[in-house]
């Protein structure tokens, strides 16, 4: 199963039809699930939910082969913390999909990382999702537990010169 | 073993609370409660004390901001805390200030989806941030007092 997810704050018609265009060119043998949020667009090759909960969100997101969807970091982290391919269609200023461009950004640093593919327009989206088959993302080395610790350190730092008790 | 202090954490719904959630571990031994956008993640932050539900707000609902604004100040004259520690945006940065003003210090990570500058939020906070930490080693190289220490995703 082929996850597609755009989001919940707008709508992202261009990646939906893209999709649905790209099914129709392949063979993806795989079913696709989709979340599109409040678009327009109604695929014709597959179903879509406007919105799904966070648990069955995870849900599809673990039990997918591989997932589409816009650069959102909170999905990127998601799919990267599965260890899923993921193929990511950056929402566009130009376009009118966003009020900045930093999916963009975003979506350029991950793959050149390695961690991700991204196809920028509609038409290199089944191009993309024929690599998408044999991608294997690189693993995210996970750094959290040094920004938690130079902050635990700030902390017992202050916590001497705190006063307590005003 | 460093003296328990109050600490707030504020990030709005979304990824924002999910990359400060990800610090959980900075924050043992200490006492915490939470102010976010919305009630959706009330499940997730049940375990970091009280929270604080104040809405959503940005740039373009000045009305909207002023009463999040409201509700920021109530919240921290009454609680006090010893420290902020925020991942943005807009709530997290009104928070930073107040904080501020009754004398919080003040830890701000910006946010991963901040590539090319640091976010409009983090810009506003910089002045004040007693650690301010980026989460990519070349804005952390632009910016005086901004530091890298790696990213949370």
């Known amino acids: 199963m082929i996850f597609l997810a755009v989001g919940t704050q707008f709508p992202f018609d261009r990646l939906v039809k893209a999709v649905d265009v790209a099914v129709t060119e392949l063979s993806l043998g795989e ?136 | 073993m460093p003296k328990c202090m109050k600490i707030c954490l504020a990030a709005s719904a979304g990824g924002h609370l999910t990359q400060l959630l990800r610090l959980q571990s900075a924050w043992n031994g200490h006492s915490t409660f939470c102010v976010t956008t919305s009630d959706v993640v009330l499940e997730k932050l049940q375990k970091y004390g009280k929270v604080y539900v104040v809405g959503e707000c940005n740039r373009q609902h000045l009305l909207k901001v002023l009463l999040v604004l409201i509700r920021c100040i109530r919240i921290i ?24 003003v009754t004398g919080a210090k003040i830890v701000w990570v910006d946010s991963i989806t901040n590539v090319d500058r640091l976010s409009l939020s983090g810009r506003l906070v910089w002045r004040i941030a007693d650690l301010f930490l980026a989460q990519w080693q070349q804005l952390a190289e632009q910016h005086k007092n901004v530091e890298y220490a790696g990213k949370i995703i």
């Not at chain 1, 593919?117 to 690189?138: C, H, M, S, W």
């Not at chain 2, 004259?77 to 501020?100: N, Q």
């Open chain 1, 31 to 166: 079913e696709i699930i989709a979340q599109t949020g409040e678009g327009s667009y109604v695929p014709r090759n597959f179903k879509a939910v406007p919105f799904i909960d966070k648990n069955l969100f995870e849900k599809y997101i673990s039990q997918a082969s591989s997932v589409i969807s816009h650069a959102g970091m909170g999905t990127i982290a998601a799919v990267l913390g599965y260890g899923k391919p993921m193929l990511v269609m950056p929402r566009q200023q130009k376009y009118g999909e966003v009020v900045n461009d930093h999916q963009l950004a975003i979506a350029r640093k991950f793959e050149m990382s390695g961690h991700i593919l991204v196809a920028y327009e509609a038409q290199d989206l089944a191009g993309k999702i024929n690599q998408l088959k044999t991608f294997v993302p690189r693993e995210r080395d996970s750094q959290h537990q040094m920004v938690a610790e130079r902050i635990a350190r700030f902390l017992t730092e202050i916590s001497g010169e705190q006063k307590f008790g005003e």
């Open chain 2, 77 to 100: 004259l009454k609680e006090r805390p010893d420290v902020m520690i925020s991942t943005g945006a807009a709530v997290g940065c009104i928070m930073c200030f107040l904080g501020k």
